[in-house]
């Protein structure tokens, strides 16, 4: 057996006289049976009664074949060599994807990249910025398509009418497919990458994450291709690669100017038009697409059906272009709209602000408020530490939406099924008059909830006399939306129709191969664990149940799975140490931040977390995996709505830099060298804008001390964070199962942990880990889950420290917290300290039992506690050292002599 390989890989090697030795090797050791057929036997051995012969004499004696005869392994491979050697099969149908070159040292992959305008508007924009291209219709002799017309065309593959069979059902083209040119008969296509296709889903419809993804197929192209010929990428510039003022976006222009230079991303490119690379690029023959026979019947059914299915995009494509809805007649966003009057608002009842009552991110405000505490005791002034106007101070503007006037007046109602009656007839009437997409979109929503999609509007198209149905509004509405770039709308509309990012089930595989568990819903509600693949309408269905109808929330919850999925890929290191991923308490911090930042309420915030385009949500969820700081403040309001934001990210290395820094367009270091500080400005709706960097700390003169992030509430969002990530310590999972191996169980979050599980499971078995990360699953609050993670690192390190440490009955860690918060308490009435502000009163801190604490921390803990750091003499370790020693039989001293106790556990 081990010969045919061996001549294998000298005939793949192409090696003939290596291959015909281990073939003249082959031929001795073959059996051959009486009709003179060729077997290879299992083994071949010395008999018994010569073995001390051939002890004597190695090599003497004659083997004989033993076991079975053939051998079916090596007996395939044998007759795989005879047809290779005598021709009746070529090493490359063996080797289709050539694998065999893999070791052999190849030249670089140039990667060919041609870009094409949209249309002759666009080309003529392009041309101003110094951009020679030619439109898609005049890149001949080559026919551009979307790439789901070559998933269509794939869905032929295999279907045969005469025999039932419906062809290839997948709708995923991957990038190694799109950069490919294809022939058909006597023509030649070519297909734009699947992530340009705006109508799988909206992400697009932001150039600077089209930019950033087309950066990333550059580099897997580079990695893994692996066909004859080059490939071939096609970018296409459309209206929205430009701004408001014609100017190319600018990650579009650096990125084209990184093509010219020959390299982009670290592979090596080439610019040029598709007639030009036609003789280098791969080609494939779409061979599938020929004649097909049916009752013996020739006709040209596969290539028929493509051209109609082209034809119908065409027809889609020009219906899309007459408008139902009222537009804008004018284009300046200063314009005035002609919206609702008042009177007509009041009678539309509660489909005002029916969309956001549709929300159902939570965002918790205790942060703020335990910081406004603080800084009203330390300063006079109406303003805290962190910029916070007090009570007292004025009150928070509105901030929603990109313009006031697309801002429509929100009501509160008490649930969104309790419709009173709406007249739908003065509704439509309505919806011809509005020229705000904010009130469109809540009288749309409204008949989408109580009508559906399929209902006729009797709306009479300005194409002709075609009715207009609800879905053909929400389409129009999605259109709108992405073109204005109202990311908030574009989602909520998404959602009703439906869409669905090409890559889920793919981003959800990819997360689970890594041993990572996903939630999606939000917490305490309706959580639903994924831990096996889903197809993709599967996976549509149980995402749209978790959030109900909340279909802005549901269309966030794709979108992060596909950027999780990016990052577990570029950068798994972010992943490490966390187990499940819970999409919906990730939302809910990810809005968290923004409150902070902001320094506004939390509904504000979770507008403004769905008001952030793909690319920044994609940094901003980078931000918060990487740990790192982020903070928005608003700027002295001289320029109205163009307010200034800062955001700062201390202790920031410079090669980690890659994550925030691409989310604005400058960056200045400040003269702390950990410190980079990244000016934007641009409405707060969005937080997006255009960066104006300064020399010395700021445009007005100030020093840079102001704009250094606030310590206080620094170690509250940290556990805040690493609660919400359910990041853990490093081998947090055996050192509990060392710590229940010698105890007699623990109660953890009214949860009790088994020590038998340590007779059943191993300390790095994954189901021990999953049973240990359920328990910990049930703490809704994430700064209680990670002080109860401390608080069984402490007794994991007793244990480890004190080998003879055991424990007699089972423990109560929520006790073990109490305790330490008991100490707190009294340190802080002893020592006149912060917490004497709220929860810390006299008589010893006897709100430590309490369930509930007065400056609303959670779990009945002040806020003061939660932003304690781990290590020093105030800090949590400290207090939970010393709790331990008082609950368990340990010689840890409670004091010392001279009344200070260090720790520096961390």
């Known amino acids: 057996m081990f010969f045919c390989y061996l001549m294998l890989d000298a005939m793949f090697s192409g090696n003939t006289e290596m291959a015909d030795e281990y073939w003249d090797a082959l031929e001795e050791v073959v059996v051959r049976t009486d009709d003179g057929l060729k077997l290879l036997p299992e083994m071949y051995a010395v008999p018994q009664d010569k073995i001390d012969a051939e002890y004597l004499e190695?090599?003497?004696?004659?083997?004989?074949?033993?076991?079975?005869?053939?051998?079916?392994?090596?007996?395939?491979?044998?007759?795989?060599?005879?047809?290779?050697?005598?021709?009746?099969?070529?090493c490359g149908e063996i080797d289709p994807l050539c694998r065999r070159y893999v070791t052999e040292k190849k030249p670089d992959i140039v990667v060919q990249v041609v870009i094409l305008a949209e249309n002759d508007v666009v080309k003529e924009k392009a041309r101003q910025n110094g951009i020679e291209i030619q439109t898609i219709q005049t890149a001949r002799p080559v026919e551009v398509y979307p790439a789901r017309v070559l998933s269509y065309i794939y869905g032929q593959l295999g279907k045969s009418w005469k025999l039932g069979l419906s062809g290839r059902p997948s709708h995923e083209v991957g990038t190694l497919s799109t950069s490919t040119l294809y022939q058909l008969h006597d023509r030649v296509i070519a297909f734009t990458p699947q992530f340009l296709d705006q109508e799988y889903f909206y992400l697009a419809t932001d150039t600077n994450l089209l930019i950033d993804m087309f950066r990333t197929d550059i580099s897997f192209l580079k990695s893994n291709w692996r066909m004859l010929g080059r490939p071939t990428v096609i970018l296409e510039i459309s209206e929205r690669s430009f701004e408001e003022d014609g100017k190319l976006n600018p990650a579009f222009a650096a990125t084209y100017r990184k093509c010219r230079t020959g390299y982009l991303h670290g592979a090596r490119v080439m610019l040029g038009t598709l007639n030009e690379f036609l003789n280098t690029s791969c080609m494939y023959t779409l061979q599938f697409l020929g004649a097909s026979t049916d009752s013996g019947?020739?006709?040209?059914?596969?290539?028929?059906?493509?051209?109609?299915?082209?034809?119908?995009?065409?027809?889609?494509?020009?219906?899309a272009n007459k408008a139902q809805l009222p537009s804008s007649r004018s284009n300046k966003r200063d314009a005035p709209k002609r919206r609702l009057s008042r009177d007509l608002r009041s009678r539309a009842g509660s489909v005002v602000g029916i969309i956001r009552r549709t929300r159902s991110i939570q965002v918790d405000t205790t942060d703020p408020g335990m910081i406004n505490i603080r800084s009203r005791q330390s300063s006079g002034d109406g303003l805290d530490q962190m910029g916070?106007?007090?009570p007292s101070g004025p009150p928070q503007p509105e901030l929603f939406y990109s313009a006031p006037v697309d801002r429509p007046i929100f009501t509160q109602s008490p649930s969104?099924?309790?419709f009173p009656e709406v007249e739908v007839p003065e509704l439509l009437d309505m919806l011809k008059q509005t020229e705000s997409l904010g009130e469109q979109a809540e009288i749309i929503h409204y008949l989408y909830l109580t009508k559906g999609l399929n209902w006729d509007t009797r709306i009479s198209s300005r194409g002709g006399s075609v009715r207009v149905t609800v879905a053909d509004l929400v389409k129009e509405l999605y259109d709108k939306s992405c073109q204005t770039k109202k990311w908030w709308l574009v989602r909520h509309s998404a959602g009703m129709l439906d869409k669905r990012v090409e890559d889920l089930a793919r981003a959800v595989s990819d997360l689970l191969v890594h041993q990572k568990q996903i939630t999606v819903g939000m917490p305490s509600d309706s959580e639903v664990t994924i831990t096996r693949p889903l197809p993709p309408e599967e996976l549509q269905t149980l995402i749209r149940g978790a959030y109900k109808k909340d279909n802005s929330t549901a269309m966030l919850t794709q979108e992060l799975l596909m950027y999780l999925a990016m990052f577990v890929r570029t950068e798994p290191d972010l992943f490490h140490d966390l187990l499940r991923l819970r999409i919906g308490l990730i939302i809910q911090i990810m809005a968290a931040e923004l409150a902070r930042a902001l320094k506004c309420k939390g509904p504000e915030a979770s507008e403004y977390l769905l008001n952030l385009s793909p690319y920044e949500m994609k940094m901003l969820l980078h931000h918060i995996l990487s740990g790192k700081e982020i903070g928005v403040r608003e700027g002295d309001g001289a320029i109205g709505e163009e307010n200034a934001?800062?955001?700062?990210?201390?202790?920031?290395?410079?090669?980690?830099?890659s994550g925030i820094a691409r989310?604005?367009?400058?960056?200045?270091?400040?003269?702390?060298?950990?410190?980079?500080?990244?000016?934007?400005?641009?409405?707060?709706?969005?937080v997006n804008g255009l960066l104006s960097g300064t020399g010395d700390g700021g445009a007005d003169g100030d020093s840079g001390s102001e704009d250094l992030p606030e310590k206080t509430g620094r170690w509250l969002r940290r556990r805040r964070l690493d609660g919400a990530l359910n990041r853990l310590p490093k081998d947090f999972y055996p050192r509990i199962w060392r710590l229940l191996e010698k105890s007699q169980g623990l109660h953890v979050a009214d949860m009790f942990l088994s020590p038998t599980l340590t007779n059943e499971m191993t300390p790095g078995e994954l189901k021990f880990a999953l049973h240990v990360e359920n328990i910990l699953s049930t703490v809704s609050q994430p700064e209680y889950r990670q002080l109860l993670l401390e608080a069984l690192m402490v007794l994991t390190m007793l244990v480890e420290y004190e080998p003879k440490c055991t424990f007699t009955k089972p423990f109560y860690i929520k006790s073990l917290v109490r305790t330490a918060y008991q100490l707190f308490l009294t340190d802080q009435v002893a020592g006149n300290g912060d917490g004497t502000m709220c929860c810390a009163v006299e008589l010893g801190g006897s709100d430590a039992q309490h369930d509930t604490a007065r400056c609303g921390g959670a779990a009945g803990i002040c806020l003061h506690f939660y932003d304690s750091a781990p290590s020093g003499r105030y800090g949590t370790m400290t207090y939970l050292c010393r709790a331990a020693a008082m609950e368990l039989p340990m010689h840890i001293p409670t004091s010392s002599t001279d009344g200070q106790l260090e720790c520096n556990v961390s």
């Open 645 to 657: 934001v800062l955001t700062v990210a201390p202790l920031l290395q410079k090669n980690r830099r």
């Open 663 to 686: 989310l604005r367009k400058s960056i200045q270091l400040s003269a702390n060298e950990n410190l980079m500080q990244i000016f934007n400005q641009g409405r707060l709706s969005t």
């Open 388 to 390: 916070l106007p007090s």
């Open 58 to 90: 190695p090599h003497s004696q004659d083997r004989v074949h033993i076991g079975r005869l053939p051998f079916l392994w090596g007996q395939s491979l044998y007759i795989l060599c005879c047809l290779i050697k005598e021709g009746f099969v070529a």
């Open 416 to 418: 969104v099924d309790e």
């Open 297 to 319: 019947k020739v006709k040209k059914s596969g290539e028929k059906d493509v051209r109609n299915y082209i034809d119908l995009l065409l027809l889609q494509k020009q219906a």
